[in-house]
């Protein structure tokens, strides 16, 4: 009896090991593709399993497909891969780079909303009246002269902040559409469509993340797509006018 239950349990355990799924692969430096990068954190966020990258960089790591794989290491970006299949992964973290820019002083800043003598002293005067014992830095009448420029520093905030705007809506259509959807998801025809409008990142979202990771948004938003009702993945239909 027990020759046979060994036999047995001899007899399934490859089917155990074949139902098992694993994610492999190794982690490089995005500047030196060459060098390994040893001690990554690699953590699946579906199943919460994680694991170190060796002295070679290479991991392997519980997971099946649709599974979000984060990793992570001081000093470098963190990056998330979102699973379409179990083949062997080489990945690149790139350095956070702090760069200072260079400030070249070409002269004193003056506001042009005081004007100034040669002490430095405001002038509330710029022409004399003709008055025995007045200065001309005493309010006694005199030219006024009003050079808007408040007006003209809120038209340039204006136009400086719709060309920033219109910068981060240029990156977010170059990085949130249908080819990069389609890389990452298996979405097409009107679900597509219907998925873009759904959850196309706003330009307050992508501002307070610097630098945005569009292919972690992109998987983070399928996954709630997915768990949607049928019903509710796609868009109302126009009301008649």
């Known amino acids: ?140 009448g005199g030219l006024i002269v009003n050079l808007g420029y408040g007006k003209m520093k809120r038209e340039r905030e204006k136009i400086r902040f719709l060309e920033e705007r219109d910068a981060y809506e240029t990156e977010i259509r170059n990085n949130f559409n249908e080819k990069t959807i389609t890389e990452l998801v298996k979405l097409d025809g009107q679900e597509l469509k219907d998925f873009i409008v759904m959850f196309r990142p706003n330009v307050a979202l992508v501002m307070s993340e610097r630098p945005f990771n569009y292919k972690y948004y992109i998987a983070k938003a399928y996954n709630t797509w997915k768990k949607l009702p049928a019903d509710q993945r796609k868009l109302p239909p126009m009301p008649k006018l």
């Open 1 to 140: 009896m027990v020759k046979y239950l060994f036999l047995f349990f001899v007899s399934i355990a490859p089917l155990g090991l074949w139902a098992q799924s694993s994610i492999t692969g190794a982690v490089y430096d995005f500047d030196n593709k060459s060098f390994p990068m040893q001690d990554v954190l690699v953590r699946n966020l579906d199943n919460k399993k994680s694991i170190k990258t060796k002295a070679a960089g290479q991991f392997s790591l519980p997971a099946k497909v649709g599974d979000l794989i984060e990793f992570s290491h001081p000093g470098f970006h963190t990056d998330t891969l979102y699973l379409i299949d179990l083949k062997p992964k080489i990945i690149y973290l790139p350095v956070i780079a702090n760069e200072l820019k260079g400030v070249e002083i070409k002269g004193a800043k003056v506001n042009p909303d005081v004007l100034v003598d040669g002490t430095g002293k405001p002038v509330k005067r710029i022409m004399t009246d003709g008055l025995e014992g007045k200065k001309n830095t005493d309010k006694a």
